[in-house]
Every structure is written in structure tokens, then in C-alpha cells.
């Protein structure tokens, strides 16, 4: 919506249609020749620009920004500091109780994205996972997450860093946003600009049009 806006600033007779849906039906629709722009948080597979071709479309991609993946949790939980060795241990079902993490002893539930997510994709890579355990809970939109998060005793989810502020900049407080570290780098914040510009966050990633 942000780039249509800038975008009707200089073209003023232009007209889009946008929805949302996930990275998959997004290239989906591209495909099967019923958008002419999809957003993406992955790269375009092979067989998806084959499929692509054989339709006579040919898919152009670019990167057009750089998101940044917070992992937030209920207030309740209190561990402000997690490895991604132990995130990855929490979405297979390895650890189900926050005292294994130094925290209270208190039941995990893990939320994440639903099938057709680049976003759940990403983090399946990163946590080194091929999937995720039966118990964690999958939503369509990092609205459902954030709102399930701030509601739910013991939870952790996963949303792009937008989503943990409010339109006027400010934190939203109603759920922990933890430092994350990888192979024993030190613990790095999402909302820590000095290590998004130097890349020493763990979870970034680029996102595509």
C-alpha cells in the first residue's frame, strides 16, 4: 500500500487492485496470469519460472527491501535472550516448558505463519527445520500472530519487525521483543540499527517484486 501511495504521487491516473495472501499465492496468481505484481519474501523457484514460461510470462525479480524477523512472546515469559538452536528446538517440539530456557515453569505454545508463507519458509531454513512440530499453532497474517502473542500465557511467534511498532513509531508493549544469536554470536536485538546495518542480526532477509 506504502509504494502505491508513493507511487500515485506521480502518476496520478494510475489504479491498482491489492490484496494479500502469502508469498505462494501471490506468485501463484502471477503465474496463472491474474496479477501483474507480486510481492514476495523468497526468491522465485526454477519450477516456478518454468511454469511461468509455459504460460508465456516472463518473470522478471528484484529485491526491493530488506525485513527484519522479531521474535516476540508473551510478557508472562520473561526470557529476554534465545539462541536460534533453541528456537529451532522449541518449533520441532523439543522443548515444550520455558524453565528448560531459564524461564518460569510454564507451557510453550509456538505460533508461527500457515503453509504458503515465504515467511514460514524462511524460518524453517534458518531453524534448519523441514517442518514444524504438531503443536505449533499457524496463522494466515503476522496481525493474528502479534494479537494471539499479546493474549496467550507462554507464547512465541515470529513477525516481520513493522509489527511490533505502532504507526506512530512507539514499541507496542504488550509482548517481549528477545535478543536472538547464532553459533554463539553474541545476542542481538531486532530493534538495534547499529546490527541491522552491519548485519549481525540473525534473521534478515530480502524481500522481491
Known amino acids: 500500500t506504502a509504494l502505491h501511495n508513493e ?19 501471490g506468485i501463484r496468481a502471477l503465474i ?15 519450477e516456478e519460472l518454468d511454469q511461468a514460461r509455459a504460460a508465456g510470462i516472463e518473470i522478471s525479480q528484484v529485491i526491493i527491501a530488506q525485513d527484519i524477523i522479531a521474535i516476540i512472546t508473551h510478557p ?6 534465545i539462541t536460534l538452536e533453541d528456537l529451532a528446538r522449541i518449533y520441532d517440539g523439543t522443548i515444550t516448558n520455558w524453565k ?9 505454545y509456538a505460533i508461527g505463519r500457515k503453509q504458503g508463507s515465504g ?14 512440530s504438531s503443536r505449533v499453532l499457524e496463522f494466515d497474517t503476522y496481525v493474528d500472530i502479534a494479537s494471539t502473542v499479546t493474549t496467550t500465557r507462554g507464547a512465541v511467534g515470529y513477525v516481520s519487525n513493522r509489527f ?3 504507526d506512530n513509531g512507539s ?39
Not at 489504479?15 to 499465492?25: A, E, K, L, Y
Not at 535478543?179 to 549481525?200: C, F, R, W
Open 100 to 108: 528448560a530456557l531459564g524461564g518460569p515453569d510454564m507451557e510453550i
Open 171 to 209: 514499541i507496542n508493549s504488550n509482548f517481549w521483543i528477545m535478543s536472538v544469536s547464532l553459533n554463539g554470536m553474541p545476542y542481538t536485538s531486532p530493534l538495534d540499527k547499529e546490527s541491522i546495518a552491519y548485519g549481525d542480526y540473525p534473521l534478515m532477509r530480502p524481500l522481491f517484486q
Open 32 to 46: 496463472n496470469g491474474q496479477t501483474d505484481i507480486a510481492n514476495a519474501s523468497r526468491i522465485i523457484t526454477f
Open 76 to 81: 508472562s515469559v520473561g526470557v529476554e535472550f
Open 119 to 132: 515467511t514460514r519458509s524462511y524460518m524453517l531454513h534458518r531453524m534448519g527445520l523441514a517442518a514444524v
Open 7 to 25: 507511487y500515485k504521487n506521480t502518476h496520478s491516473s494510475a489504479s491498482f487492485d491489492i490484496s494479500g495472501g502469502g508469498t505462494d499465492d
Open 164 to 166: 511490533v511498532k505502532y
